[in-house]
């Protein structure tokens, strides 16, 4: 390799400088860096590939080096190639994997996820997909962990489907969003690979295998791993020591806030152990696991294996079981050999991306600049998914939590220096360039990720461009508030403080996260007042959600009904009626043998024909009736709602109307027909609705909530501007053109991932198993669905959109009714215009004409009452002109404050207009009214007289008027006041003319 010399090691550093440069000649047999090509070992240790770049953005080929374009001048090549000095400790890879290219690409983000579920997918796992980001747990806001999804089994709440899982589960935490880019380890979005067993294995399979994975799939050297255990757990210890052979030196016992899990106060619980991989194991012995220079963690399993008790104790749980979590952004570090998580293909392409836009250089970067390019990386992975998911930016809940990453992204692209979209328009959205390469990297991750593109893509572009908006008055301000902080502190000697009042007008105004406004403040040097901030905060969401940084679990006493009532069988597709049998009564939750008539209740029965609550639709109303031998009535019950509890299990909730009924009896349930029909036709016009919104407004639109009633549908949709009456109307339209053609529905049971294939779309915020129903209405329609539904469109009968609105940013609602309710709509509504016809005297066609013509006779009556208000009020005036006051010693300045009782707003600034003129230069006029019912009005006008002598009308008339209850204020010579206490008008006037002759006598001596 004629021009390339080595020097010292390829890891080490020459003063910052790189140690290696290629010659032209070497690159000229390169192909200009076009594409990949292989590099001779005698230069390449780690080397994966080289490829071409454009302008100063550096392209990895070395797990410790970069190849990129040095140039004064955008799109010329310079011909170097550089090593960069590593940040923290790497490893040298070894020769076989350089030249074991198949096995060299088994490091890739997606080879780690692949080979994690297929290693225990051979050890007799199911694997199953990752869960939402939008969790079904009530108790927390996001998924922020890999067992999530499985908490109701591990409460015994929900009958185990398999006995041992594994799963790659998007999360989301936030709780120390502040760390992201500071450290090699935090993020806000990350990939957690677990294996779960419920009540089948336990601790010894449990770190068999997750030792025989790290050693033996992903060949990590032993003598480089630690392992940690809880202090009193000498089973887990044992199995390291002894079957496993981890020497005692490298087996750390450690405490219970590191290795003991609870799930809260009370609940399931049990000793952890972790797996740590050590970068500098020439360092020797270490007492600290936690030195993150040095070490990271990689793997926690979690032995679940007691229940905590209210006093503290512990029990041994009937059913043990393991949750464990492996870091997929951790082991890709390790194995692909870089410094950080940043630095894995999961997360650096992106920051490639974020290069490219500002126009720097990650590998020469300082480190300021490379944590803001390393948090745009980790927060693009976030948002994309969340709204992936379905959350949409908003000031609560959710929505904040992706509205605030947004935000910080964009003002982290503006420290970079990226303008407007970073390729030339400056009226552009960045955002959308960079989830691009999101979603390229996503499709392993989420397939259906691609198809939500469209809807990803322009919810940021609108965020982005809503935010920028608002940004650069609020940064100024932002600013003169710092600066302001900053002077007053150095003035009294104090420590610089924002007040919680602006740091909410920024947050309320502007946008700003507070999060935004502490990180800008610190890095002046300012703190927030976080106190004040949150009463603010309070008195303006009282009703916001609160996120959960853990998974609470409790043990009640529902799993022990559960193990003695088996799941619902559900006929109510073929039949309204069934007979069925008690199998457990509650009245306030707890569990009783008989309940009597007037009480409320809640019963299971073994089978039901009864719909409970879901997908949207409501529960079936009806009766159950208990009957003797002899078919006489015993008990009656009125159902009035049915839901799902306890995995599978149907709760009717209703009211004893005769009798009483007790577990054990046979009872007849029997639906309401007519409310299960109309319940039906709704569903089924759902259906119908999102078919004919994507085919007029474009398919990226998606639902995003459904109530599906008796009386009523209503269908919520991401959709970013309100629709027109052609768009409604069209999507009548459609709608009404599909029930006229009485197409046949058909409903099949199959594979999810063949229902998924075959263009079924899924219900929002819906859990599916393997095994899925898909109700179709042939040429229309397509989804994934649970609820009841007509056998003809021909059923609905009619459609109409009684009401669109915006509910949320981004998120639009539709009302409508269908079927019976459709019909009494309409009824309703004609009633309503015949007596509009009767009461004009026209006809229907002609009720439109009618009523703009009256509104034109009242627009002009109005017009005018009110001249001829304004001309009373003039006359008014110029009867009290002659008891304005003279003041000063030549008597020139007049005075004139008068009371002018019932006059309105606008009539009274006429009568001081004509004041001013009558009475000339310099005047000074106060006037008020009480113009309605707990109104005040107030005006002042002074005249350039006036105003010369320093006398402001604005400032003078805000403090009169809050003797009334109220404020104002306006220009140096003409402002305008209101108060909702008339009667303090008089006591307020009185202090306006003593106030204003003072001021006056001084000024004109």
């Not at 490379?370 to 976030?382: F, P």
């Not at 005075?895 to 003129?917: C, I, K, P, Q, W």
């Not at 106030?995 to 001084?1002: F, G, I, M």
């Amino acid at each position: 390799m004629e021009g390339l010399k080595l020097v010292d090691s390829l890891h080490g550093n020459q003063s910052g400088k790189p140690l290696i440069r290629l010659s032209s000649s070497i690159l000229a047999s390169r192909a200009s860096f076009l594409k990949p090509a292989k590099c001779s070992l005698s230069f390449t240790t780690g080397c994966r590939e080289f490829v071409g770049v454009r302008g100063r953005v550096p392209t990895q080929v070395f797990p410790s080096g970069w190849l990129y374009k040095n140039s004064n001048s955008r799109g010329s090549w310079e011909k170097e190639f550089i090593i960069r000095n590593a940040s923290a400790p790497t490893q040298p890879i070894s020769k076989e994997l350089v030249k074991d290219k198949s096995k060299e690409s088994l490091v890739s983000g997606n080879s780690i996820r692949r080979r994690f579920l297929e290693f225990y997918a051979s050890r007799g796992h199911k694997v199953l997909p990752s869960a939402s980001l939008v969790p079904e747990d009530p108790t927390v806001l996001l998924t922020i962990a890999g067992m999530l999804q499985f908490k109701p089994i591990f409460l015994g709440k929900e009958p185990r489907q398999v006995a041992c899982a594994t799963t790659a589960q998007r999360c989301i935490r936030t709780n120390d969003v502040e760390n992201v880019g500071q450290t090699s380890r935090h993020h806000t979005f990350f990939e957690m690979l677990g294996n779960f067993s419920f009540g089948d294995y336990f601790k010894r399979e449990a770190i068999i295998w997750a030792w025989e994975l790290t050693t033996k799939e992903f060949e990590l050297p032993p003598e480089r791993l630690w392992v940690s255990v809880f202090k009193d757990d000498d089973e887990a210890f044992s199995i390291w020591h002894n079957e496993v052979g981890v020497p005692v030196e490298r087996i750390k016992r450690m405490g219970e806030d590191d290795n003991f899990w609870t799930s809260g106060v009370t609940g399931p619980c049990g000793p952890c152990s972790e797996i740590y991989y050590d970068f500098l194991p020439e360092r020797g012995y270490s007492d600290d696991l936690g030195d993150d220079s040095r070490f990271i963690e990689f793997y926690n399993l979690v032995f679940m294996q007691y229940n905590k008790k209210e006093d503290g104790s512990l029990e041994p749980l009937k059913q043990k079981n393991i949750d464990t979590g492996l870091g997929l952004e951790r082991m890709a570090r390790i194995l692909q050999k870089v410094p950080n998580n940043y630095e894995t293909d999961l997360i650096y392409p992106i920051i490639e991306k974020a290069e490219e836009l500002a126009l720097v250089s990650y590998a020469e970067a300082d480190d300021r600049v490379k944590t803001y390019l390393k948090v745009i990386g980790d927060h693009m992975r976030a948002v994309v998914f969340l709204i992936s998911d379905g959350v949409v930016p908003s000031n609560i809940g959710r929505g904040y939590v992706v509205r605030r990453l947004i935000r910080r992204v964009v003002r982290t692209g503006r420290l970079l220096g990226i303008n407007g979209d970073g390729k030339g328009n400056p009226e552009g959205a960045f955002l959308p360039e960079l989830a691009d390469k999101v979603i390229e990297l996503s499709t392993e991750i989420d397939p259906d990720i691609k198809t939500r593109a469209p809807r990803i893509l322009e919810e940021l572009k609108r965020e982005e461009l809503r935010f920028v908006q608002t940004l650069e008055r609020g940064e100024k301000l932002l600013e003169q508030l710092l600066t302001s902080a900053l002077l007053s502190a150095s003035e009294n000697g104090s420590k610089p403080c924002l007040s919680g009042k602006d740091a909410f007008l920024l947050y309320d105004t502007f946008g700003f996260p507070v999060e935004i406004t502490t990180e800008v403040a610190e890095e002046r040097g300012v703190c927030i007042d976080m106190n004040a901030f949150d009463i603010e905060m309070e008195n303006q969401r009282r009703q916001s959600q609160a996120a959960h940084s853990v998974v609470k679990l409790a043990v009640e006493n529902a799993s022990e009904l559960t193990e003695s009532i088996p799941d619902t069988e559900f006929l109510g597709y073929d039949t309204l009626s069934a007979k069925a049998t008690v199998k457990g009564l509650l009245v306030s939750g707890n569990s009783v043998t008989q309940v009597s008539e007037g009480s409320d209740v809640e019963i299971l029965l073994n089978r039901t024909p009864f719909y409970a609550e879901s997908g949207g639709q409501i529960g079936d109303h009806g009766f159950l009736y208990v009957s003797e031998a002899e078919k006489e009535c015993k008990a009656i019950v009125e159902v009035k709602d049915v839901q799902k509890s306890l995995g599978n299990i149907f709760v009717h909730k209703g009211t004893i109307k005769e009798g009483a009924i007790e577990v054990g009896n046979e009872v007849e349930a029997m639906v309401d027909a007519k409310l299960r029909q109309r319940a039906k036709v709704h569903h089924t016009a759902t259906h119908l609705l999102q078919a004919a919104l994507k085919q007029v407004i474009g398919h990226e639109t998606s639902q995003a909530g459904s109530l599906v009633a008796f009386d009523r549908l209503r269908f919520d949709f991401n959709f970013h501007r309100p629709l027109p009456d052609h768009e409604i109307i069209e999507v009548e339209g459609l709608i009404n053109k599909w029930i006229g053609d009485a197409t046949n529905l058909q409903t099949k049971v199959m594979p999810l991932n063949d229902a998924k294939e075959a263009g079924a779309i899924a219900m929002f915020g819906e859990k599916y198993g393997e095994q899925v129903r898909v109700v179709e209405v042939p040429g229309v329609s397509m989804e994934l669905c649970g609820g009841t539904h007509v056998s003809n469109t021909s059923e609905i009968r009619g459609f109409k959109i009684v009401s669109e609105q915006g509910i949320a940013s981004g998120i639009r609602r539709i009302e409508a009714v269908a079927g019976d309710a459709f019909i009494d709509y309409i009824n309703v509504r004609d009633n309503y215009m015949k007596h509009l016809c009767s009461t004009l005297k026209v006809k229907a066609e002609k009720v439109t004409d009618r009523v703009e013509n009256l509104l034109e006779e009242l627009r002009m009556a109005r017009n005018e009452v009110s001249a001829v208000r304004a001309k009373a009020a003039v006359f008014k005036a110029a009867t009290i002109a002659g008891k304005a006051l003279a003041l000063g010693t030549s008597k020139r300045i007049k005075v004139l404050v008068e009371n002018m009782d019932d006059v309105d707003t606008d009539s009274l600034r006429g009568a001081a207009e004509h004041l001013m003129d009558t009475l000339q230069d310099p005047v000074a006029v106060v006037l008020g009214s009480c113009p309605g019912e707990g109104r005040v009005s107030l005006i002042a006008a002074f005249s350039p007289g006036v105003v010369g002598l320093g006398i402001h009308a604005g400032k003078f008339i805000g403090p009169i008027a809050k003797l009334c209850g109220g404020g104002g204020g306006g220009k140096p010579n003409f402002a305008q006041a209101g108060g909702r206490e008339p009667e303090n008008l008089s006591m307020a006037l009185e202090k306006a003319r003593t106030e204003l002759v003072a001021a006056l006598s001084e000024k004109a001596g």
